[in-house]
């Protein structure tokens, strides 16, 4: 996990980046987020390809191409709540609670 | 809390750039890790030893196939290629290398190259083979058709090795190892080739052995060549040591009388038996021919050229058959040449004296039995005989001064009649001869030294 995170460390930061992103703008964002069937639908699918991962079950290229997805998709999520929990920060600074 | 939550429901969007960023990630990467990984797990590896190694990386998978061994040596492997940084999986497609039974190995050499066959344990002994058989050979091309396997002999480097280096001994052949079984084939470069090769097998490790070993050397061959109009005999080819050498060369000095002796013979070892005891046979018989030559290949003599006088054929040829050591052969291809011109007597006489001034009739000591080495000369003084048919021989035998009067007397008179007897025997009228004794009577030299003592005891022949 170590040799893939040093081997590609830029594609993770671009990620962390992209999370760091869409976690600052979805504090304010007013679109519809995903549903809590979605979500729990979402999470499982998660949970399921996370287990195959850490089981090695998928072979060859599919294989690392899965591990990449789900390192690059964590340091996604990670950047995301960095991002909204900043941008909350800031925003309940600024305007207070009515 | 509450917004925090609310507002992870609304981070979906990003995953649309997310998957097209993880889409170009896993088409820069997936190359350059594999190259990365494969180069680390070979790097890896490099220490261990193994046959047919092939390491192929999909992802951070390796398939990893080759031929180990030992077992050992095999679990060595997968684990230091598990060890590798980075890699996820280790298909573990490895195998012992095959076992070999019998456990055979080969060397064999022809006109064009030397080829290294069957099983050997470890790449490194089939490299240190192949340098050994490239050391020994200098400029021969070496074919390897060698493959690994398991089940070697103990100490199989060492026996090989041996083997290989008796190849350079042989001019074609073949050495083959089974097991610890050893089996020679083939043909020696050398004289004395198959001894050395013999005497070096002794050397084989503990264990091992000589199941056969038919190496041939090439024949031991020895010439002679007599020119009467050069006046030599040529002698050429192998004797076994220098104390032979100088035992022919003398015997030939005696038997050919009056011929310069060209010498260029060589010792060396591999000699059939008998050897000696044939060869001075052999020149006995040339020394009667008036122009011939000898040819010993091994144990079989090839006499040829022309005799002096008709008898001396059917002599010569029942002589080598009867008298050669077990064993040998001879084949006798002699014509008789044809007859010199008569002369008168003085010219007869004048012949006698030369041949007899050129070398003596010898005799066995105190006996009237003929050297056989004196043969030779007794055809020529026939043959002499045979050209002044008119004439009466006077044939007079004398002794030196050693021992009682009368003894000698009765001695010289049975070497002249043993000399008139073979003469006889050789076709001519016993009554064109008077043979005659005068015992020490008649000193040609003193007889207080050995010089003068041997220049009395002679055999003379007068034209009446």
């Known amino acids: 996990m170590v040799t893939l995170a040093t081997f590609s460390w830029s594609w993770l930061l671009g990620a962390a980046v992209l999370g760091f992103g869409m976690g600052w703008i979805a504090v304010v964002h007013r679109g519809r987020g995903v549903s809590k069937t979605a979500a729990i639908w979402l999470g499982a699918a998660g949970a399921l390809l996370l287990a195959l991962a850490l089981a090695r079950l998928v072979p060859g290229r599919f294989g690392y191409w899965l591990d990449l997805g789900l390192m690059m998709l964590a340091v996604y999520l990670a950047g995301c709540a960095v991002g909204s929990w900043l941008r909350h920060l800031v925003v309940s600074r600024h305007s207070p609670v009515t | ?464």
């Open chain 2, 1 to 464: 809390m509450r917004e925090f939550l609310r507002s992870s429901s609304k981070w979906w969007p990003g995953t649309i750039p997310l998957a097209i960023l993880w889409g170009l990630a896993c088409w820069n990467t997936t190359a350059p890790i594999e190259a990365d990984l494969a180069a680390r797990a070979n790097a890896a590896l490099k220490d261990t030893v193994l046959d047919k190694t092939q390491l192929m990386v999909a992802g951070r998978d390796v398939t990893f196939r080759a031929e180990a061994f030992s077992e050992q040596g095999r679990s060595a492997a997968v684990a230091t290629i598990e060890a590798v940084p980075g890699v996820r999986l280790v298909n573990d497609e490895t195998k012992l290398v095959a076992e070999a039974v019998p456990y055979v190995w080969s060397v064999e050499r022809d006109v064009v190259r030397v080829t290294l066959g069957g099983n050997t344990p470890l790449p490194a002994i089939k490299a240190k083979l192949l340098d050994a058989a490239r050391n020994s050979l200098g400029g021969v091309e070496i074919a390897d058709r060698m493959s690994l396997s398991r089940g070697a002999p103990n100490r199989f480097d060492a026996a090989a090795l041996l083997l290989v280096d008796q190849i350079s001994r042989l001019k074609d052949g073949k050495i083959t190892l089974t097991d610890t079984k050893v089996t020679l084939s083939g043909m020696a470069r050398e004289l004395g080739g198959s001894e050395a090769i013999a005497a070096a097998l002794k050397n084989l490790p503990e264990g091992f052995s000589v199941a056969s070993n038919d190496i041939k050397s090439p024949p031991y061959v020895f010439q002679a060549v007599k020119d009467p109009v050069a006046l030599t005999l040529t002698l050429t080819g192998y004797v076994p040591d220098n104390a032979v050498h100088a035992a022919l060369a003398a015997a030939a000095g005696r038997q050919f009388v009056g011929d310069n002796i060209v010498d260029n013979l060589k010792a060396s070892v591999g000699a059939p038996q008998g050897f000696s005891n044939a060869v001075v046979m052999a020149l006995g018989a040339l020394s009667r021919l008036s122009t011939g030559s000898l040819v010993v290949t091994d144990r079989s003599i090839r006499l040829s050229g022309h005799a002096l006088f008709e008898q001396a054929v059917g002599q010569i040829r029942t002589g080598l058959s009867k008298e050669l050591p077990q064993g040998w052969q001879s084949q006798v291809e002699v014509a008789v040449k044809p007859a010199a011109a008569s002369v008168d007597p003085t010219v007869c006489q004048q012949l006698f004296s030369d041949l007899l001034g050129k070398g003596k009739i010898r005799f066995e000591s105190g006996k009237a039995n003929i050297d056989p080495d004196s043969v030779g000369l007794l055809d020529r003084l026939t043959e002499t005989a045979m050209r002044c048919p008119s004439s009466v021989i006077e044939v007079a035998g004398h002794t030196d001064g050693d021992g009682e009067a009368a003894s000698n007397q009765a001695l010289s008179e049975r070497r002249a009649q043993a000399v008139v007897d073979y003469m006889v025997k050789a076709g001519l009228p016993a009554e064109r001869f008077r043979p005659v004794g005068y015992g020490s009577t008649q000193p040609v030299a003193a007889n207080d030294n050995e010089d003068g003592k041997a220049q009395n005891r002679r055999i003379e022949f007068t034209v009446r």
